[in-house]
């Protein structure tokens, strides 16, 4: 069953932390001059439109994005990345928001590929649409979990894999580690970047347990914005577990997450954390 449609959560809290990490790797990454792939597992749809009945369902962005769009004194991550969000949306507005795959394509160089990985039949539709006729990317209607491991090791020897998943089977906290197990034994050289939510029963947890185990190079970087709604449920905030990471990321984002979390609270108690 596949309920979940990113169109209902574009420009969230969680986008704007997955996507200024995502592009500040891939910056890192075009410091050095030999191409690499990036695989995103879970593509979605690529664009979205913050002016959709979609996105104004919850109007999730006005806690994300929106927050920092206006702002005359971001930090140089955040004004990257909101750099490239306008530069999706060329009649100056903020009507569009790029998923992942747009972050992707607009930050990596002309031999640089992408691959890109969605099972909902919608948004696969629209994302292969998205990037027709785009040479550096290939977009495949495939489970991201099970195809990782064929598209390891890339060509270039050098890779990011991004995995997004919507986790809203719980099944996908297990598929996760099965599939970072699967492509790390055949790359462990590659970056790997995991999102997952924080919620209150703690799901994650386990898993960033068995992510640690898999490699000593790790960072994890997250951020804690609401509490629990009254019943106890909700998406309190969310973080990326890296692999790999960049050597320069963690005091990157230890310069930007102060500045993050005051703009992305939503409760006085909203923290940051940053560990290997
Ligand atoms: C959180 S969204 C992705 C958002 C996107 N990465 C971004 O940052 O803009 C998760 C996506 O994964 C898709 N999906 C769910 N299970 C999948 C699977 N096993 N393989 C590939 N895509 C899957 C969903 O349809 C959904 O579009």
Redesign the pocket.
């Known amino acids: 069953m ?1 309920a ?3 169109a209902f ?2 420009g969230n809290h969680a ?1 704007v932390l ?2 200024c990490v ?1 592009q500040q790797i891939l910056m890192y990454m075009n410091q050095k001059d030999k191409p690499y792939w990036v695989i ?7 664009m ?1 439109s913050l002016s959709s009945e979609y996105a104004n369902t919850k109007s999730e962005y006005l806690n994300g994005v929106a927050r920092l769009w206006d702002q005359d004194d971001l930090p140089p991550v955040l004004a990257d990345y909101i750099q490239l969000v306008q530069q999706c949306n060329s009649r100056g507005d903020w009507s569009l928001y ?6 992707i394509r607009r930050s990596i160089r002309a031999d640089d590929r992408l691959r890109l ?4 039949p919608t ?1 696969y539709e629209i994302l292969e649409q998205h990037f027709d006729r785009d040479r550096q990317v290939k977009v495949f209607k ?6 990782l491991k064929a598209l390891l090791p890339p060509p270039t020897r050098r890779a990011v894999v ?1 995995m ?3 986790y809203e089977i719980k099944s ?1 906290y297990q ?1 996760v580690i099965q599939s970072l197990e699967e492509g790390f034994s055949r790359f462990a050289e590659g970056v790997y970047v995991i ?1 997952y939510p924080i919620l209150s029963r703690g799901d994650h947890l386990k898993m960033i347990e068995s992510m640690r185990a898999l490699s000593e190079k790790t960072l994890n970087i997250s951020i804690t914005v609401q509490e629990p709604d009254e019943k106890g449920f909700g998406m309190l905030g969310s973080g990326l577990f890296i692999i790999n990471p960049p050597w320069v990321l963690k005091e990157t984002m230890q310069s930007v997450m102060p500045y993050l979390v005051n703009q992305l609270a939503q409760y006085p108690q909203a923290h940051y954390q940053i560990t290997d």
């Open positions: 596949l979940y449609r990113h959560h574009a986008d997955k996507h995502l995103d597992t879970h593509a979605g749809a690529g979205y790029p998923g992942s795959p747009e972050v990985f969605e099972l909902h948004d495939g489970d991201g979990f099970a195809s991004f997004d998943p919507p996908d598929k999102w």
